[in-house]
């Protein structure tokens, strides 16, 4: 036993020296399956200690009825029994010898393996941010794909494979993760949807009161003093001596009184009420263009396939096509698919433009140095981790638990650089790429490859510096974003798709082919309906690889324009 664990040791530190480099694991899913088989080995272990266990125990157990069952005809005679010298020989022997061997077995530690293997392990395991990130994400999806609590919780999500539910206990920590981030709408949905759960008898550590005092204080910052008031009543009949329910009763009775008379006032003053809306003016009144939706609603709409839809006349001048980009001598003869996905701003997906093998070598090249995706600061023009603080006013009542802020997410990825001279079949990409669009590679950033963690996003952006950011891609010294090419390297089975919030565009993802289009008009001038987001990931695991291409070098291949937007 001891050198099996010893070798399973000696093979996991192997395995740790990947995990090691790694950390924020929850914004990669490639990454997360590493932590799968590491998982595996542990339970490979823990079972090698289980075996350990059992086989000391046999041994005991068997020590334990050979000595009973001795016991029990020695005691009837004691001194005929001993007056038979073997019998007082064996007597004196396992006084002696025996039960010091047996204290041993006894005393003898089986767990070294497993907890040499879980100590090692430990040290790269996913960490609180990692959870809260995963929880947040579950969050985030729950919000854009609007999903309630019931679904998510029975794994009911589209195209799922492995359908997996949620116990009260995680419920209840999402709800407390929302809690602590000051986010009362989702602790409200988790924790009623935990208390869903008890009240239909799923046995759980958490208490129907703990619950319910989450509950009632989030309805409560929400304004919803009479619901807020019903659970705490609720709470109390469960626990007449809650001392905060008591309290919070008294105070939601007093306060619906007080606000009860001042609508009484109120109503004294002012008899005649307007007339209330009739559903057909209210659906008028509320009915506005797409324009006018503000960039998140849009974002989210996009990304459930609810934008807007073209119009018939726009859609007749998007078409499919083969294309040799003006008799390349590499397509002549092959020339590869091509279709527009939108017309303004211009955006084209070229079809089965990689392999699948290719897709595979990128992945083995990334995937070691996958690393928290970056953005570029635009007052600096330095790559810097994605990521923003948020902040909200803290309430004023009686709180079951002290809250904290935490940073919410702008990009959740990560993303690794691959340079041409590292392996030939990128240089035989950056080369497709320059062939198809006709623009200069040498310029232009190396390729880098993205995958997308839990719930996995990248918020509205634009590509390119504008006006108000003059140092970004200074660094660089090659010019602005010109252009994107955008690899998609794999299906993805439920959201993820590339959307233009400005213009109502929503490009999926499709593997083997790539999307492209200009950031900047040949006049130089950023063209705006280009700022573009990668929704979140509902189901699936995302990867892309992207080349941003620079103004430099283009100067003989996309001439300048006359007019700004031309």
Request: charged content about 30%; hydrophobic content about 35%; aromatic content about 10%.
């Amino acid at each position: 036993m001891e050198p099996t664990l010893t070798c399973r040791c000696i093979l996991l530190l192997s395995c740790m020296q990947l995990l090691s480099a790694h950390n924020d694991f929850f914004t990669s899913i490639g990454q997360m399956t590493d932590l799968l088989y590491t998982e595996k080995d542990l339970v490979t272990s823990l079972k090698d200690y289980i075996r350990a266990e059992e086989s000391k125990l046999e041994r005991v157990k068997w020590w334990a009825d050979k000595l009973d069952s001795l016991s029990a005809v020695a005691t009837q005679d004691p001194e005929g029994f001993l007056g038979h010298p073997v019998n007082a020989f064996k007597l004196m022997k396992r006084l002696n010898t025996e039960w010091a061997d047996l204290e041993s077995l006894v005393l003898s530690d089986t767990t070294d393996g497993f907890i040499s293997n879980l100590t090692i392990q430990r040290q790269h395991f996913p960490t609180e941010e990692d959870q809260t990130g995963a929880a947040k994400a579950l969050l985030r999806l729950q919000d854009t794909y609007k999903l309630d609590a019931n679904t998510i919780s029975t794994g009911n999500l589209p195209g799922v494979k492995h359908k997996s539910q949620m116990t009260v206990e995680d419920c209840y920590e999402l709800g407390k993760i929302a809690y602590s981030d000051v986010d009362y709408y989702h602790t409200e949905l988790w924790m009623a949807q935990a208390l869903k759960q008890l009240d239909e008898g799923e046995e759980s550590t958490i208490d129907k009161v703990t619950v319910l005092d989450y509950l009632s204080y989030a309805i409560y910052q929400q304004g919803e003093m009479e619901r807020a008031l019903e659970y705490t009543k609720r709470l109390l009949e469960l626990d007449p001596e809650h001392q905060r329910a008591k309290g919070n009763v008294k105070y939601f009775e007093f306060q619906l009184e007080k606000q009860r008379k001042a609508e009484e006032e109120e109503s004294k003053k002012q008899p005649e009420r307007p007339k209330r809306e009739t559903p057909e003016k209210r659906k008028k009144k509320t009915k506005k263009s797409f324009s006018l939706v503000p960039e998140k609603k849009k974002y989210e709409m996009l990304c459930r396939g609810e934008g807007i839809k073209l119009t018939p006349a726009r859609q007749s001048r998007l078409f499919c096509r083969y294309y040799d980009n003006n008799r390349n001598p590499m397509y002549v003869l092959a020339p590869v698919k091509l279709q527009d996905e939108w017309d303004r701003p211009h955006i084209v997906r070229y079809l089965d433009i990689i392999s699948d093998v290719e897709i595979e070598k990128i992945k083995q090249l990334a995937k070691p140095r996958l690393r928290r995706a970056t953005i570029s600061n635009p007052i600096t023009g330095v790559l810097e981790t994605a990521s923003y603080r948020i902040s909200k006013r803290r309430a004023t009542v009686h709180d079951p638990q002290t809250g904290k802020l935490t940073t919410a997410q702008y990009r959740v990825s990560k993303s690794a650089w691959l340079t041409a001279y590292e392996d030939p079949m990128i240089e035989k990409i950056n080369q497709r790429i320059e062939d198809l669009t006709g623009l200069e590679m040498d310029t232009a950033e190396e390729l880098q490859v993205a995958n997308y963690g839990v719930g996995g996003q990248y918020e509205p952006h634009f590509d390119f510096g504008r006006k108000d950011e003059p140092d970004a891609f200074k660094e660089l010294g090659t010019g602005n974003r010109i252009a994107t090419w955008l690899f998609y390297m794999s299906d993805v089975t439920a959201g993820g798709a590339t959307v233009f919030p400005d213009v109502g565009a929503a490009v999926w993802p499709q593997k083997g082919s790539a999307v492209f289009w200009y950031n900047l008009f040949a006049s130089g001038e950023g063209d705006y309906s280009t700022r573009h987001a990668a929704c979140p990931v509902l189901v699936g695991n995302k990867w892309v690889s992207n080349k941003w291409i620079h103004e430099r070098g283009q100067e003989w291949r996309r001439p300048c324009g006359l007019n700004e937007t031309e």
